[in-house]
């Protein structure tokens, strides 16, 4: 993109049309144009919702280079009147890894009322890598008012975040009367920290899944392939082929995802 195009765009953001502002965000997001961030920034304290959100989103992409700028602007977002925007802006501060932000995501965490929010919440604290909200999650996790979507996120995290001396931990948490969602996301985040024997395990569930909880846990597998440089998932579980082909004959709306994983762990 031109000089020219890229500063239409930019008085396109200045104007006060919510429509031409949008589109000039998607644009400038598309073209990767990382210093339009500030003139983005300025569109977080727009009165119109959805411009906060957009706002959120693209800086989430393009605000990597300005960060000190960008991360306490999407902090005066954690509190917006939308639960949209509150989810956007978690979202992106865990994309631009603006670490200061983490206290204040726990407590979001625990305390919105937004169980979309609180998701959010759950699955960018394992971005962040500060190993300090491990409590915070685990009390989301055993939480059994909790939405099961944060307590999936929850667990995903706890295995990011964590190290193989949680493991007994963990193991414990299985023997308890958890969803199965949430028990395949523990059996995840195990194996992610050295309980290899547990992709045996979650391929065992995904060889019984109906359709929903199938995809739950194909994305559960794709996720682990795609952290490492050689998986060995399937060298870890000698079912997963047959299980994996099974699947796709079974439930055909699940695309081409099983032979993604299968290509991956042959890499």
């Known amino acids: 993109m031109n000089k020219q195009s890229i ?30 961030a500030p003139k983005i920034v300025r569109l977080l304290k727009s009165p119109d919702a959805a411009i906060r959100f957009t706002a959120a989103e693209a800086l989430g992409y393009l605000g990597s280079e300005e960060v000190e700028t960008v991360g306490p602007a999407l902090m005066d977002l954690l509190d917006d009147e939308e639960e949209l925007v509150r989810s956007e802006a978690v979202e992106a501060l865990g994309d631009i890894d603006y670490t200061p932000a983490v206290e204040s995501i726990e407590y979001l965490l625990r ?59 963990l193991e414990e948490y299985l023997k308890l009367e958890l969803p199965l969602s949430v028990k395949a996301e523990l059996l995840g985040a195990r194996y992610w920290l ?8 979650l391929v065992n569930l995904l ?24 998986p060995t998932l399937a060298k870890d579980a000698p079912d997963l082929e047959r299980v994996l082909r099974a699947i796709a004959n079974r439930f055909p709306f699940t695309g081409n995802q099983p032979e993604k994983i299968l290509a991956l762990t042959d890499r």
Not at 7 to 36: K, M
Not at 194 to 201: L, Q
Not at 214 to 228: G, M, S, V, W
């Open 111 to 169: 305390k919105d009322p937004s169980a979309l929010v609180r998701a959010s919440a759950a699955e960018t604290l394992g971005y962040l890598g500060k190993s300090q909200a491990i409590n915070t999650l685990e009390l989301s996790l055993l939480d059994t008012n909790e939405d099961e979507a944060v307590r999936c996120y929850a667990a995903n995290s706890i295995g990011l975040l964590g190290t193989p001396q949680l493991l007994p931990k």
């Open 194 to 201: 050295g309980a290899k024997e547990d992709m045996a395990k």
């Open 7 to 36: 500063e239409l765009l930019l008085d396109d953001c200045d104007s006060d049309e919510p429509t031409r502002q949008a589109g000039a965000i998607l644009d400038l997001v598309d073209a990767q144009v990382y210093e339009a």
């Open 207 to 230: 060889d019984k899944a109906d359709e929903d909880f199938a995809q739950h846990i194909l994305t559960i597998l794709t996720d682990l392939t795609e952290r490492e440089e050689e």
